[in-house]
């Protein structure tokens, strides 16, 4: 599978280089997605972290799609038993933003998941409540942006 984004011209527009770098990921997860559909997490997490590796452009979607690669990861390296390699993938996602969004709440969840696994209870419980904030601040801008809408 080639997961680097083509063509690399300075001539691409951002709109361009995110697409192309979607493209590239997008690749490189269906290999990820068929190697664990196959049971193989060892090649599953090698295709997700060569997704990772791609250089990102600077976009939100990106940003969110490589955050919703690192939550594979994550859940891949918790599938295997490997809290640590779980707890990596989930940090590395959570430095690319921020912005609330379903990515940021599921990364926040995959850490209280291998927190859990791990013993700790409390952090456990602390990343959990992170993600269910998270949730409920996109519900609130949603039923804010749908309060004029008759139902």
Same mark, same amino acid.
């Given at each position: 599978v080639s997961c *680097?984004?083509?063509?690399?011209? *300075?001539t691409l527009t951002s709109a361009d280089r995110t697409a192309a770098y979607a493209r590239a990921v997008t690749a490189a997860r269906a290999s990820a997605d068929e190697q664990l559909h196959d049971g193989r997490l060892d090649e599953a997490a090698v295709d997700l972290e060569r997704a990772l590796a791609i250089p990102r452009p600077d976009s939100d979607s990106a940003k969110q799609l490589a955050q919703d690669v690192a939550f594979a990861l994550g859940s891949v390296r918790l599938a295997a038993r490997d809290t640590h390699g779980a707890m990596k993938a989930a940090d590395e996602g959570l430095v690319l933003s921020s912005t609330p969004s379903v990515f940021l709440a599921n990364l926040h969840a995959l850490r209280g998941m291998a927190l859990e696994l791990s013993g700790e209870a409390v952090s456990a419980a602390e990343a959990y409540h992170d993600a269910l904030l998270i949730?409920?601040?996109?519900?609130?801008?949603?039923?804010?942006?749908?309060s004029g809408s008759p139902t």
């Open positions: *680097s984004p083509s063509p690399t011209s *300075s949730h409920q601040r996109l519900y609130d801008a949603l039923l804010a942006t749908n």
